[in-house]
């Protein structure tokens, strides 16, 4: 394992202009990206030292078919000798950036005798820093989940660890628990059909909100995974043309999937992670797998061969894409705890790492033995 040498890669500054609202349609969205564009000035030492002000490491991980993966992650390690593996697993259009605020908040509240976790984001294979799928054969989460088990049996916590994920790192977490190491999961998305067991008297008014939410995204916005899945190739050598259709494409899911907008500068650290390291094309071979004949988009979370037997938890946020009904996430594994919150979208960790700590804590008292 070594420090990781990439240079760092994003670029900000002290823009002299900003979002201001919600925009809301997709063609507004590309107007303020186009000006947005037109008008920042990046700083890129100011946001590489925000980013390199976290320990940053890569390691070589060999798959069972020999080929070698070098696995970017961010970590905080503990010197605690009891101290508890928990590992955060980003989705799309995210990255390990999105944990920073999570971090901030343990270094904040814990000196490294103190803190009683390891705290480890790995990049997902194919996404930034880490290096991409093979090109000769499908690459599905489970995949990802095999490479990620491997990362943290190899940085020695073969003896236990807890994964945390939303988005595709939940659909990660689900073939992730099959293996004996990962001792319970965390989730905060499981976009799933409605179980037969579940009555409508099991879900509160606030969670048939969310259904008609996951609803509306389903019919009206999911084109973008359609087009991910479908045309994987195509669609990349659109986004790899142009920083600002890149902008345009990543930018509006930041600001339409989260409940309030989140700093400019934290949109542009994830767009120019993504447009320097060239990784777009590439970390949406996942999507293919939920689009083709055989499978769906509620493949992983609905099906019985990764209901998580080992202790779940779940966190609620009103403004996910689609927050699904406790009395649903309950059927697909050992649910053991749950919290609702009153704000909070896509982005969990991001938007409220104060509030994503707090529920990790929790649920680790519940979840540890």
Not at 97 to 114: A, D, Q, R
Not at 158 to 167: F, K, M, T
Not at 233 to 249: D, E, K, Q, Y
Not at 283 to 298: G, K, L, R
Request: glycine share 8%; hydrophobic share 35%.
């Amino acid at each position: 394992m070594t420090r990781c040498s990439h240079p760092a890669c994003l670029t900000s500054g002290s823009p002299k202009r900003r979002f201001t609202g919600r925009a809301s349609t997709i063609g507004e969205q590309i107007v303020s990206s186009s000006r947005l564009a037109r008008h920042l000035i990046y700083n890129r030492r100011k946001r590489e030292q925000h980013i390199n002000s976290f320990p940053n490491f890569r390691a070589h991980v060999k798959d069972d078919d020999g080929n070698g993966y070098d696995i970017h992650f961010a970590a905080l390690f503990s010197k605690k000798p009891d101290a508890i593996p928990l590992t955060f697993l980003h989705g799309w259009p995210g990255s390990f950036l999105e944990f920073l605020g999570i971090f901030t908040v343990f270094k904040n509240k814990y000196s490294p005798e103190e803190l009683p976790f390891h705290i480890i984001a790995p990049s997902l294979p194919g996404y930034t820093l880490s290096s991409g799928p093979p090109l000769d054969k499908a690459f599905r989460v489970q995949d990802t989940a095999r490479i990620i088990d491997k990362l943290l049996v190899g940085l020695g916590f073969g003896n236990g660890y807890i994964a945390q994920g939303g988005d595709i790192g939940a659909y990660t977490c689900r073939p992730l628990a099959q293996y004996p190491s990962c001792k319970a999961v965390h989730l905060n998305f499981c976009l799933m059909q409605k179980p037969s067991s579940v009555s409508d008297n099991d879900i509160s008014d606030v969670e048939k909100q969310g259904l008609a939410k996951a609803q509306k995204f389903m019919e009206e916005e999911a084109a973008y995974a359609f087009e991910h899945g479908s045309r994987p190739a195509t669609i990349g050598f659109v986004l790899s043309s142009s920083p600002l259709a890149l902008l345009a494409w990543i930018g509006e899911k930041f600001l339409m999937w989260t409940d309030e907008d989140p700093p400019l500068d934290d949109i542009l650290d994830s767009v120019t992670l993504y447009w320097l390291t060239q990784t777009f094309p590439r970390c949406i071979y996942p999507y293919e797998q939920f689009h083709d004949n055989t499978a769906n988009t509620y493949a992983i979370h609905g099906d019985p061969e990764y209901k998580i037997n080992k202790p779940l938890g779940y966190s609620y946020f009103p403004k996910e894409l689609a927050p699904m009904p406790k009395s649903w996430v309950a059927t697909t594994g050992n649910l053991v705890w749950h919290r609702q919150h009153d704000r909070g979208g896509h982005f969990a960790a991001m938007e409220k790492p104060e509030e994503m700590v707090k529920d990790m804590e929790d649920f680790v008292k519940v979840a540890w033995k």
